[in-house]
């Protein structure tokens, strides 16, 4: 399904590209670009060129952008869409420059233009119609099937327990097979997984499916953690680059953020005293501990019992740390916590040692998390918010496993862009809907439970 999408999408924008083309033919020359005027006007031969290389260039792009993400539902994205226009530009541009053919700059800036105006209407078009991916599942996992059928756009048609002797027929033709590769099969379920997989049908592994629908790690699959620190190794060459760029774009914006520094901590100093700013522990990478600076905004007492989390109607929050918190100004102090190395831009966000010490006794592999440099910013602020209690502190962390897994400058972007959306909409402290404290629970027991099945299943494996 992905395939074909991915395909035809490459081939529609190809010949939107084409038909762009045209368009600004006639907006420059007042002719389609292969009549006699504009061939005169435009020496010819080097127009077909010109419209070869775009061309050329808008498969680049659609490849390109299919191996830098790979992730995500298999649907029409404008940021996929945008991406491979910008890749495409780029590849026309370098084959100019190499070719050194003859063009019109503004019949080829009008062409672009076009094209992603064209690009992205048809994206528009194609998400309006309704769409879903019906799942035929083998797993024996009740908590994350519970979570794919309760997602958008899945549909969950049955269930296939992994050690059945007696599977059913095969799935329904619109019905793609989803395996649970950490349950142990039956002989006659990995006969029947190998027969549908023989005979052309689709058949995905339940963990990709469950992290393109919902941005998340399903914690119970985890073995150990090592998928992690696998796919962290693959970003290493990243990671120092990621480092730089973080340190140059707060030096290149410091003239917007220290003004702005300076006017909150006069307000907050006006209307809620001393001290503006709260400093607190917190564990960063490698577990090393970091003084986090953010402005205060709670009252001065708030944790004279001791810490305990906050959440986004927390009534130790004064009136002006409400307002912060919700445009995420509070957080503009961690800039110098990013040029003293202890903090990214994006990453997960850093914990309170205390919290540390509890939640790695209760989740598994919690560790991992520190594996990078904690953010300013991150994958689960954008997608789940604050943590209320330990229920919700293991949602919030599947997500940052994904960031952890899947960890690139695209994705930073989208964290980067979700954030700009949360401080325009001042969504910061808005509740947000979640599974009740219940189910919650039982997802938490059920990872700590799969977790240490597979544990045992690996010691009680034979060797040899």
């Not at 769409?131 to 296939?160: C, M, Q």
């Not at 005979?199 to 919902?214: I, K, P, W």
Request: glycine fraction near 6%; aromatic fraction near 8%; charged fraction near 20%.
């Amino acid at each position: 399904m992905r395939q074909r999408l991915l395909v035809g999408l490459a081939c529609a924008d190809a010949a939107l590209l084409f038909l762009a083309f045209v368009i600004a033919a006639y907006l420059q020359f007042d002719s389609h670009p292969f009549s006699d005027a504009v061939l005169a006007q435009t020496q010819g031969r080097d127009l077909v060129d010109i419209l070869v290389m775009s061309l050329l260039g808008s498969a680049a792009g659609s490849l390109l952008v299919t191996g830098l993400m790979p992730q995500g539902p298999p649907r029409p994205t404008y940021s996929r869409a945008a991406l491979a226009a910008l890749l495409a530009f780029l590849a026309i541009t370098a084959q100019i420059v190499l070719a050194r053919p003859y063009y019109s700059r503004p019949h080829l800036f009008t062409t672009l233009a076009i094209w992603l105006g064209l690009v992205l209407l048809l994206r528009l078009v194609l998400r309006l119609k309704p769409w879903t991916e019906r799942l035929l599942i083998v797993t024996n996992s009740h908590g994350i099937v519970r979570a794919l059928d309760e997602t958008p756009h899945i549909t969950v048609v049955g269930v296939i327990d992994p050690g059945t002797d007696d599977p059913p027929g095969a799935p329904p033709a619109d019905t793609i097979l989803t395996v649970d590769l950490s349950a142990p099969w039956s002989r006659e379920v990995t006969r029947y997984v190998s027969a549908t997989s023989v005979a052309g049908r689709e058949v995905r592994q339940l963990n990709d499916v469950y992290e393109e629908h919902t941005g998340r790690v399903p914690l119970g699959h985890l073995s150990e953690g090592w998928e992690i620190e696998t796919s962290l190794l693959r970003k290493l060459p990243f990671l120092p680059f990621k480092h730089a760029l973080d340190l140059v774009l707060v030096v290149l914006t410091s003239p917007l953020w220290m003004p702005l520094i300076a006017i909150v901590a006069v307000l907050v100093r006006i209307f809620d005293g001393s001290p503006v700013i709260f400093r607190q522990v917190r564990v960063g990478r490698r577990g090393e501990l970091v003084e986090l600076f953010k402005f205060r905004t709670m009252r001065a007492d708030a944790e004279s019992q001791g810490a305990r989390q906050a959440t986004g109607d927390d009534p130790r929050i004064t009136p002006l740390g409400k307002f912060l918190r919700s445009v995420r100004l509070d957080e503009l102090p961690q800039f110098f916590n990013v040029l003293r190395g202890e903090l990214s831009l994006i990453g997960p966000r850093p914990e309170q040692v205390s919290f540390v010490e509890k939640y790695r006794e209760a989740i598994p592999f919690y560790d991992q998390r520190h594996l990078v440099r904690p953010g300013i910013t991150g994958w689960a602020q954008v997608r789940h918010g604050y943590a209320a209690s330990e229920e919700e502190t293991i949602e919030k962390l599947s997500y940052d496993f994904y960031y952890l897994k899947h960890m690139s400058p695209l994705l930073d972007l989208e964290v980067f862009a979700r954030s700009i959306w949360t401080i325009a909409s001042a969504s910061g402290t808005k509740p947000k809907a979640r599974p009740s404290a219940e189910e919650a629970r039982a997802l938490a027991e059920e990872a700590a439970e799969q977790a240490a099945d597979d544990r045992r299943s690996r010691r009680e494996r034979p060797t040899g």
